[in-house]
């Protein structure tokens, strides 16, 4: 497998969101080799300046909300401009509006973003979890955030998965007994979230990760 060079020149100025879950530094890693100038913040004053803004996140839904609390309204206002949010794995999970994760830890009823409606759910009794390894991609809707990932393989780590309540924000899917949304975005494709970890996806992750970095250099 070739090893791509980074872009020579900065392409968009993006900031990691800094709520206390995630692989940070191996994202920023990842976002540089894709041509970002990336700031690891927990300063929502940051959020307002940067061309795109990336949700990590490894752990619990209700303890991603929790901690993500200070920085509700702050995302809200970027969703609102239109700045591109990119949730990655739990990230991606805390996009939609709520999970089954919370009630099945026995912690109630925990709201998401609610940026992408819909619920996260647990795969099925009899199913091996989490979910861990390399899985196929499958397109099944344009957006230029998995141009060129189509058939490729990717790398996942997940319990729950993500059920829109519109199917059309479904860009992507892969399968684990079950197919289930491994891209999903909003209406007007400037939020969305991948399940898998680019970060840990080789080649395939970079890609991602270039077409999310081009994606904000041009909104």
Sequence with gaps: MSTSKPPEETLADVVIVDYGLGNLRSAMRG??????????????????DADGIVLPGVGAFSEGMENAGPFRDALADAAADGTPIFGICLGMQMLLTSSEEADHAGEGEVEGLDFIPGD?????????????????????????????VDGEFAYFVHSYYAKPDDEDAIVATSDYGVEFPAVVANEDGTIFGTQFHPEKSGETGLTILRNFVEFCATR
């Design 120 to 148: 996260n759910v647990r795969f099925a009794e009899g199913q091996k979890v989490p979910h861990m390894g390399w899985n196929e991609l499958s397109v099944r809707r344009d957006h230029p955030i998995v141009e060129g």
């Design 31 to 48: 976002l540089e080799r894709a041509g970002a100038n990336v700031t690891i913040s927990d300063d929502t004053a940051d959020f307002a």
